[in-house]
T-cell receptor, first 112, second 109 residues
Framework: IAGITQAPTSQILAAGRRMTLRCTQD?????MYWYRQDLGLGLRLIHY???????GKGEVPDGYSVSRANTDDFPLTLASAVPSQTSVYFC???????????FGPGTRLTVL | GQNIDQPTEMTATEGAIVQINCTYQ??????LFWYQQHAGEAPTFLSY??LDGLEEKGRFSSFLSRSKGYSYLLLKELQMKDSASYLC??????????WGAGTKLIIKP
């Protein structure tokens, strides 16, 4: 793989179900991020990780959790999905907070 | 609070020049980014400004005035493939990116 990948591409999920969105990068970037993008609102940061083993909360963390066991992987988990979590989710990575972020192709999630 | 403002939508003609403005109010400033996002795709990096002035990169240029909390992206010799959303983002004092809602640019032949 080259760059940053996300899985699944899209998903329809029943409310109350648990879901993990996967993100993997092969650029050895220290920092990784999860965003959601909703029409008219722009990208909003959910959680971030500045380096493997550490995570932090972004602007809209409620209902989501993350882990960063190694440099490459940064999964996002919805413990009990709700319809308001219907969105497009983007994972991104960067060498540091000073540098440009590289984005994965996104996951389109619909919660019914 | 932190705020980034950009026009929601702009229309321009193929071959022309367009300027997309961005104003920001953030807790600290560690740089301003412009990204391009085609419909249904991920954002891709266009430019980065941390000092006042103009950065030129081919048909695209970006300007920054830190004292005014203002930036613009200038696109020259517009092509149909430039139809996309353009996102302004500022790195705040915590080195997190604060994003504007984006400007949808429509190019007409």
């Amino acid at each position: 793989i080259a760059g940053i990948t996300q899985a699944p591409t899209s998903q329809i999920l029943a409310a109350g179900r648990r879901m993990t969105l996967r993100c993997t990068q092969d650029m050895r970037h220290n920092a990784m991020y999860w965003y959601r993008q909703d029409l008219g609102l722009g990208l909003r940061l959910i959680h971030y990780s500045n380096t493997a083993g550490t995570t932090g909360k972004g602007e809209v963390p409620d209902g989501y959790s993350v882990s960063r066991a190694n440099t490459d992987d940064f999964p996002l988990t919805l413990a009990s999905a709700v319809p308001s979590q219907t969105s497009v989710y983007f994972c991104a990575s960067s060498d540091s907070g000073f540098n440009e972020q590289f984005f994965g192709p996104g996951t389109r999630l619909t919660v019914l | 609070g932190q705020n980034i403002d950009q026009p929601t939508e702009m229309t321009a003609t193929e071959g022309a020049i367009v300027q997309i403005n961005c104003t920001y109010q953030t807790s600290g400033f560690n740089g301003l980014f412009w990204y391009q996002q085609h419909a249904g795709e991920a954002p891709t990096f266009l430019s980065y400004n941390v000092l006042d002035g103009l950065e030129e990169k081919g048909r695209f240029s970006s300007f920054l005035s830190r004292s005014k909390g203002y930036s613009y992206l200038l696109l020259k010799e517009l092509q149909m493939k430039d139809s996309a959303s353009y996102l302004c983002a500022v790195t705040d004092s915590n080195y997190q990116l604060i994003w504007g809602a984006g400007t949808k640019l429509i190019i007409k032949p």
